[in-house]
């Protein structure tokens, strides 16, 4: 017949006898901090919909100091930044639009009214 398996326990903690323990380091990695004001340009940015463009205002400059400053330190964030700059050049650019179609329907409308003489 076959000889018994045998049994070795092993110590509390260390894995079982034919497993390799996990390694370290490969899990151990450190990713980049994010930069606050690419978060901060991105949550303004989106809330520059809501608060008719206003927020963008301060959404746009602050991507761009975001920006500066990830490629000076390596932080992480730049996609955050880059969709802050973006939401918040259309919202103005929507915004413009908006006020100089508004602007010159109204003087169209103006001009081109019906003149009584006297």
Do not use: K
């Amino acid at each position: 017949m076959y000889p018994a398996p045998q049994f070795n326990p092993a110590p509390y903690g260390a894995p079982p006898q034919g497993y390799s323990p996990m390694p370290g380091p490969m899990f151990m990695v450190q990713q980049p901090r994010t930069n606050g004001m690419a978060t901060a340009s991105m949550v303004l940015g989106i809330l520059s919909f809501i608060t008719c463009g206003i927020t963008a205002l301060v959404a746009i400059p602050l991507g761009h100091v975001a920006r500066g400053q990830i490629q000076r330190t390596g932080e992480g964030g730049g996609g955050q930044a880059v969709a802050g700059l973006i939401l918040g050049y259309l919202t103005v650019a929507g915004w413009a639009l908006f006020w100089i179609l508004d602007l010159g329907l109204l003087a169209a409308a103006g001009s081109g009214g019906s003149h009584h003489y006297r």
